[in-house]
């Protein structure tokens, strides 16, 4: 037996997350100098090549073990600012790619056992957004994670996300820094408009 899994949320799209490198750093200095985002930058972080790390799919809400859209969440990684042995926020330079509208992915489950699907067998593999409050999207409230890839019954389900389907993307870049006591927004990049901060 195969069972036809279709699935579409508000949001969903491509999320990419990463803490800058000391060249990524002086990057950054120097665009500020120049008012504008350095091109390699914005390349590496959108495109989401080391150290940053992409994932894309469709949207659910919740924590390891609950229902999500059509099978159970197991959350695989947050994308969120590492913490130290004393609880406080490591130090860096942070960047987060946003590009965000309605999805929707379609995919098959094939040979299932007994003819019968069962949904607890679905793991829909899930990256946690849990960003600093001063990364704001203008549309979406980010408060979900990203369904990178799925599995049924211990079997990974290749190219699920491949053909996934959008309504126009919005998207956001955003730069901040981290202290042990706060997070301070440095730029902005929504719909081609940028702004530095500070």
Known sequence: MDK???????PGGIVSFGKLTPYDINLFKLS???????????????????PYTLVKG????GED???GNEGQIEIQDIFSIPMDKSNKYKPGFYAIYLSLSKVSVQF?????DHDVFNPNLLI??????NLPNCVEHQIYDLNFNIVNSYEYNGKNIKNANKNMVDRGFS???S???VDSRKVSLLYKLENSNEVFFG
Request: charged share 35%; hydrophobic share 35%.
């Open 32 to 50: 500020k100098n120049k008012k504008t985002i350095s091109n390699d930058l914005l390349y590496k972080i959108k495109k989401g090549i080391t």
């Open 4 to 10: 036809d899994i279709y699935i579409k949320t508000e």
């Open 108 to 112: 098959k489950i094939s040979d299932i």
């Open 65 to 67: 073990g609950d229902f």
């Open 175 to 177: 730069i901040f820094q």
């Open 58 to 61: 469709v949207s659910n809400t």
């Open 171 to 173: 998207d956001l870049i």
């Open 124 to 129: 829909e593999k899930s990256i946690k957004i």
